[in-house]
């Protein structure tokens, strides 16, 4: 295995764990905190825009009484946290899409 590789698989647990929960995304800081890893920094910046995106959505929907604007939401939430997951467990730096870019500017300072 070469240096990038291994680097790569280094980062890539933290990658992933950021996206589990709100705690995972605390114990993936913790995880990155001694050995910077740039695919683990990468993704626990884009894992704390996806959780903040569904609990935004999250209260967003809970005022709607129709059940259609709140499942469309939860809906979006979910698949902006798969295309997240999907490219930790690739081991790619995939922005989630429109809002990714900001995510990484917005929480620079994150790992």
Do not use: C
Not at 64 to 73: D, E, K, M, Q, R
């Amino acid at each position: 295995m070469d240096q990038t590789q291994d680097t790569s698989s280094k980062g890539k647990t933290p990658a992933i764990v950021a996206y589990l929960t709100i705690i995972g995304f605390i114990i993936a800081i913790f995880m990155n905190m001694d050995d910077k890893n740039k695919l683990a920094s990468f993704h626990i910046r884009q894992a704390f825009g996806a959780h903040i995106i569904f609990y935004l959505l999250g209260a967003v929907a809970s005022t709607f009484s129709n059940l259609f604007v709140p499942t469309a939401f939860y809906l979006v939430s979910v698949i902006i946290w798969l295309y997240g997951l999907i490219g930790a467990i690739q081991g790619e730096f995939k922005m989630i899409p429109y809002i990714g870019v900001y995510f990484q500017k917005w929480f620079k300072s994150i790992t």
